[in-house]
């Protein structure tokens, strides 16, 4: 977990540092050349850069320890500092990029001051860009081979929201200043500046998509999301294994970090179980149950007699 960490925050500082380059060559030769196509590619590269910031803050936040006032972590801070990201997106890049297209195609345009300016800072950027996006897509496929996942399904799935977001932003990007580049190549054959101010308007809703997207998957983070399926009913058989359980009555799963998963569990013991094998089960429960699923870390046990319905609670683990 520590190590995971650790690779998120070098993926989220490269992130940083190409993007706070990009961004400052976008903005210097859109200003110079006057083209709205890469002054919206400008706000993308700002937007992000913002974003790799409020991601670094997640990071340090969401690692400290629990403590009395937080008992299960500080986890979710993780979710809520991207939700701000995927804000920052959606206003700061694609609403800006929406307004500039527009106010260019309604105030006549503008004249470009050069063509070969604008390509060499797009190219700059998609190279920039395209090496940021590598890290991240290297790093999110180690991790998909990992939990035995194809790539696209474990980025959609993935409770980890720091590379997710960096994945989603790096493509968008490089997205972006492709469709800067054909806007740009279409200005300059046709002569009409249409092409470049829609080009913007594209690139803002592009980012306008993703922050919707990103706030989307967070907010169902932030309000607590389950196991998957297959990993609750992978949970389910690791208890039943044991002959003294006779049934599940009910398991609930909540995380309350991108690998902090908690697991409450009530079950039906057989009538003839003692109590001193309820113990004993519980505690083999609980190592069983974080071997099964590794972002198990907080397990809570219910047992219960079936015919009585008399409930013999079995040690609450303590959050690891």
């Known amino acids: 977990m520590a190590e995971s960490g650790g690779e998120s925050r070098k993926t989220v ?10 961004a400052l060559v976008k903005g210097a030769a859109g200003l110079l050349s006057g ?30 320890p629990a403590d009395e006032e937080h008992p299960f972590g500080y986890g979710r801070e993780r979710f809520f500092w991207v939700l ?4 920052v997106i959606f206003l700061s890049g694609g609403v ?23 390509y060499g800072a797009l190219g700059f950027a998609l190279l920039a860009e395209g090496i940021s996006l590598v890290r991240a897509v290297r790093q999110t496929r180690a991790a998909a081979q990992e939990a035995g996942l194809p ?13 997710k977001t960096v994945v989603s932003e790096d493509a968008a990007a490089v997205a972006g200043v492709v469709i800067a580049l054909a806007g740009t190549a279409a200005h300059q054959l046709s002569g009409n500046p249409i092409w470049d101010e829609g080009a913007a308007i594209v690139i803002g809703v592009l980012l306008c998509v993703v922050g919707v997207a990103l706030a989307r998957d967070t907010k169902g983070l ?3 999301e ?3 399926p297959e990993e609750r009913e992978r949970l389910r058989e690791t208890i039943l294994r044991h002959d003294e359980v006779e049934d599940v009555l009910e398991l609930l ?55 009585s319905g008399t409930s013999r609670r079995a040690p609450a683990s303590a959050p690891r």
Do not use: C, W
């Not at 527009?102 to 300016?117: C, K, M, P, Q, T």
């Not at 109590?275 to 219910?302: H, I, K, M, T, Y």
């Open 151 to 163: 790539f696209v399904e474990f980025v959609r799935v993935s409770k980890e929201p720091t590379v």
């Open 96 to 118: 800006f990029s929406i307004a500039e297209g527009l106010f260019r195609i309604v105030s006549g345009g503008a004249d470009e001051g050069g063509f070969l300016l604008v």
């Open 35 to 64: 083209s709205a196509a890469l002054l919206a590619e400008a706000a993308h590269s700002v937007a992000d850069t913002s974003n790799q910031g409020l991601l670094l803050v997640s990071l340090s936040r969401s690692d400290r």
């Open 222 to 224: 932030l309000l607590g």
């Open 253 to 307: 799963t909540m995380y309350n970090g991108p690998q902090s998963l908690l697991v409450a569990v009530r079950l039906d013991f057989r009538d003839d179980v003692a109590a001193g094998d309820v113990e004993r089960v519980s505690s083999l429960l609980e190592e069983e149950l974080r071997d099964a699923l590794p972002d198990v870390r907080q397990v809570f046990l219910d047992a219960t007699s079936g015919a």
């Open 226 to 228: 389950p196991a998957r």
């Open 84 to 87: 701000l990201a995927a804000f």
């Open 13 to 22: 500082l490269v992130a940083l540092g190409a993007n706070a380059a990009i």
